[in-house]
């Protein structure tokens, strides 16, 4: 069961000291949604939430204590104040089971795997997602909420302005909230999903894909482009294919077919200038991949994009 706009979970008493509660949840976009919570009262509150197991789950404590229960109540795990909880396993669902203690604040993030990856991607269409290596792990970690992060938690739960522009105010918070929780050391430049291991190995297949960008004319062998990075060829294309999810001249090939379309799009280069600019030797060579990608000729397309 997927998050909902205006979904809330209502649970009924089951001890005298313990009361029903519901979340306050808002959308932020499609898979994406932040639940707020606060118990004011003097009573344990007892709340329930399905979520579907491609999620990722980010709990965070703003004030007081809560507990989650796993397995029906077989294994427990506590989150205090002014921590956070990140939880996510595909390989078998984690339904919320919260017991919030008296005067307790809890913010939750609920955001899908795949959208999430997409947000570490400034090359999301090429993101292979799910990748079979990556599918099946799951991950546990908590942690510290930073100053910065308790501003933005507190905006979010003392949120006080016109009902029109909630959804658009909770969606900047919550980038706002991901980009503190990721927060990394400038130092260490690395542009990828945390949640993809090895990450001296990520940084060098980025370098990779850097470098056969810039050399797109006359890019390096395999064997050159392994030999440059530092990273044997096996996981050079392992590695490039999960990333990317492609190999490394088939992103190639697509990234020189986008940028080829661009200029030609711009009007400043003619056919053969174009070919040149992304690696083609001959017009011919040129127009023929330019076809097997887009289902028409450079001057037709052309002649499409300026009627």
Same mark, same amino acid.
């Given at each position: 069961?997927?998050?909902?706009?205006?979904?809330?979970?209502?649970?009924?008493?089951?001890?005298?000291?313990?009361?029903?509660?519901?979340?306050?949840?808002?959308?932020?976009?499609?898979?994406?949604?932040?639940?707020?919570?606060?118990?004011?009262?003097?009573?344990?509150?007892?709340?329930?939430?399905?979520?579907?197991?491609?999620?990722?789950?980010?709990?965070?404590?703003?004030?007081?204590?809560?507990?989650?229960?796993?397995?029906?109540?077989?294994?427990?795990?506590?989150?205090?104040?002014?921590?956070?909880?990140?939880?996510?396993?595909?390989?078998?669902?984690?339904?919320?089971?919260?017991?919030?203690?008296? &005067?307790?604040?809890?913010?939750?993030?609920?955001? $899908?795997? /795949? =959208?999430?990856?997409?947000? +570490?991607? @400034?090359?999301?269409?090429?993101?292979?997602?799910?990748?079979?290596?990556?599918?099946?792990?799951?991950?546990?970690?908590?942690?510290?909420?930073?100053?910065?992060?308790?501003?933005?938690?507190?905006?979010?739960?003392?949120?006080?302005?016109?009902?029109?522009?909630?959804?658009?105010?909770?969606?900047?918070?919550?980038?706002?909230?991901?980009?503190?929780?990721?927060?990394?050391?400038?130092?260490?430049?690395?542009?990828?999903?945390?949640?993809?291991?090895?990450?001296?190995?990520?940084?060098?297949?980025?370098?990779?894909?850097?470098?056969?960008?810039?050399?797109?004319?006359?890019?390096?062998?395999? &064997?050159?482009?392994?030999?440059?990075?530092?990273? $044997?060829? /096996? =996981?050079?294309?392992?590695? +490039?294919? @999960?990333?990317?999810?492609?190999?490394?001249?088939?992103?190639?090939?697509?990234?020189?077919?986008?940028?080829?379309?661009?200029?030609?799009?711009?009007?400043?280069?003619?056919?053969?200038?174009?070919?040149?600019?992304?690696?083609?030797?001959?017009?011919?060579?040129?127009?023929?991949?330019?076809?097997?990608?887009?289902?028409?000729?450079?001057?037709?397309?052309?002649?499409?994009?300026?009627?």
């Amino acid at each position: 069961m997927k998050p909902n706009k205006e979904h809330k979970t209502e649970v009924a008493d089951s001890l005298k000291n313990i009361a029903k509660g519901f979340f306050e949840e808002t959308k932020i976009d499609d898979d994406f949604n932040v639940l707020t919570y606060q118990n004011n009262s003097v009573k344990v509150k007892i709340l329930e939430r399905e979520i579907d197991s491609s999620f990722i789950q980010f709990h965070f404590c703003l004030k007081g204590s809560s507990k989650f229960n796993f397995n029906k109540g077989k294994y427990a795990l506590d989150i205090i104040e002014e921590n956070s909880l990140l939880l996510y396993n595909p390989q078998r669902e984690l339904p919320i089971n919260l017991e919030i203690n008296p &005067k307790s604040w809890l913010i939750t993030v609920l955001i $899908s795997i /795949k =959208k999430f990856h997409g947000l +570490f991607s @400034q090359e999301a269409d090429y993101i292979s997602f799910l990748s079979d290596d990556n599918k099946d792990k799951k991950y546990y970690k908590d942690g510290k909420v930073s100053p910065s992060m308790a501003i933005v938690l507190n905006q979010l739960i003392n949120y006080n302005l016109n009902q029109s522009i909630k959804n658009l105010y909770f969606k900047g918070k919550a980038y706002e909230l991901l980009s503190l929780y990721f927060n990394r050391n400038e130092d260490a430049n690395v542009e990828q999903c945390p949640f993809l291991v090895d990450e001296t190995n990520v940084i060098k297949i980025k370098k990779a894909k850097d470098i056969i960008i810039s050399k797109m004319a006359e890019p390096p062998t395999l &064997k050159e482009l392994s030999e440059e990075i530092h990273l $044997s060829l /096996k =996981k050079l294309k392992e590695g +490039f294919k @999960q990333i990317y999810g492609d190999t490394v001249y088939s992103f190639l090939f697509e990234y020189k077919m986008e940028v080829a379309r661009k200029l030609l799009e711009s009007g400043d280069y003619n056919v053969n200038e174009v070919g040149l600019k992304v690696g083609y030797s001959t017009s011919s060579h040129f127009i023929a991949a330019f076809k097997k990608k887009y289902g028409t000729t450079p001057k037709k397309y052309i002649l499409s994009v300026s009627s």
